[in-house]
Every structure is written in structure tokens, then in C-alpha cells.
């Protein structure tokens, strides 16, 4: 499995190194750190973009926000990784509908291979009307069957400022989320960063 060159998205990330990978299962070497640098030329069929964290955080010091994350963001899956990327412990953020459970069944598809030895913890709002619930324990029971251990939270996190801070404080390595949470997780980020992440144990993966 190799990175392929990215298309040119509308946000114009052309300053970083954006790697992209067409397999619909990594393997269970997949490592985003070990990519080549690799231009921003049309590609086809790739199911993931990845790129580095900090590399993001200093190119946003130069880039207007919308910009560098747009509002009609790119229907490929997105990993933002750090230095010590892992997966050793998950953390999933379904917010009750059905694009967030349809997102983390793409990410269990993709990641299954990496993620047979992980910890799992599902957060999920206590308001999901009971027409979801059903959703929500098939959900729970997929999760369980990829992962080693799995822990399920009720919590009524409204801004992902909230899990970012569940994610740090609990030592998380990914949090699993949508892509409609990106300018606001920008924000969150930039606040902490002075050139290098206050946490650089916590990667992203941003879907729709």
C-alpha cells in the first residue's frame, strides 16, 4: 500500500504534504509517519488523506480559517497525525444521527486491521430520541467486535472542545469525528499552539 498524490481541494492545501490512500482496509503496518513527501497532482480513488498534525497548525498561522477549512469540506476521510500516532485508545464521537454512525462504520472498515488490540470509548448524548437507540447499540456492538475493550459514556458534550479535552485528559490517541466539527477543532488548536502541540499524543480522523 503505497500514498498516492492528492487532488487539489477547494481549501488549496498546497503547502502540505498530503498523502493519500487508496486502500479500503490498511494494513496492520499502516503508518502515516512513514510517508514521502508528495505533490498535489489529480488522483483517483483514494479513501484516505493524511497529514501532519503540526504541520497543519503551522501553516494555519498564515491562512485565514474558512480557508484552510472549508465549509463544504471533502468527502474523503481525513487523519491529522502527531508525532507518536497510535491507536491504542479510541475515542468515538457519535452525536446520534446517522451520517456520525455511517462515518465510524467507514473508520472501523478502513482501520480493522490496526485496530484488533485497541481500547474503545463511545460517547454519545443522553438526548438521542429512542427511534436512534437501536442505531446506537448496533453501533456500540460493531465497535466491540473490532476492539479489544470498550467503554460506552452518556455525556452531553455540545462544542469538541469538550472531547478534546475528554480525549487529553483520559490519555485517547484518535478521536473519531465529523468533519463538521473542523473549523471549530482549528480554533481549539490554534489556542493551544505556540509551534508545537500541547498534546502531541492525540491524532485526528475527520469524515463525513
Known amino acids: 500500500m503505497n500514498p498516492r498524490p492528492i ?3 477547494s481549501s488549496d492545501l498546497i503547502d502540505l504534504d498530503i498523502h493519500g490512500y487508496s486502500s479500503h ?3 496492520q ?3 502515516p509517519r512513514m510517508g514521502g513527501v508528495r505533490s498535489l497532482e489529480e488522483t483517483n480513488n483514494c479513501n484516505l488523506f493524511a ?3 503540526n504541520q497543519v497548525m503551522d501553516w494555519l498561522q498564515d491562512h485565514d480559517f474558512p ?3 472549508e465549509k463544504e469540506p471533502c468527502s474523503i476521510p481525513l487523519l491529522l497525525f502527531v508525532p507518536n500516532f497510535s491507536t491504542k485508545h479510541l475515542l468515538f464521537h457519535y452525536d446520534g444521527t446517522t451520517q456520525s454512525a455511517n462515518l465510524i462504520k467507514g473508520f472501523l472498515q478502513l482501520f480493522q486491521n490496526k485496530i484488533s488490540k485497541s481500547k474503545a470509548t463511545v460517547i454519545s448524548p443522553s438526548f438521542i430520541p429512542k427511534s436512534r437507540l437501536k442505531e446506537e447499540q448496533e453501533l456500540i456492538e460493531m465497535i466491540s ?3 479489544s475493550e470498550t467503554s460506552f459514556i452518556k455525556l452531553n458534550f455540545l462544542k469538541i472542545g469538550d472531547f478534546w479535552s475528554y480525549a487529553v ?3 485517547c490517541t484518535l478521536l473519531v469525528t465529523s468533519k463538521t466539527y473542523q473549523l471549530e477543532l482549528s480554533k481549539v488548536l490554534f489556542s493551544f499552539y505556540e509551534g508545537s502541540l500541547w498534546d502531541d499524543n492525540l491524532s485526528f480522523y475527520l469524515a463525513q
Open 7 to 9: 487532488q487539489k481541494t
Open 29 to 31: 503496518s499502516f503508518d
Open 145 to 147: 467486535s473490532a476492539t
Open 25 to 27: 482496509r490498511l494494513d
Open 169 to 171: 485528559k483520559h490519555q
Open 51 to 53: 497529514v501532519n498534525l
Open 67 to 69: 480557508k484552510a477549512f
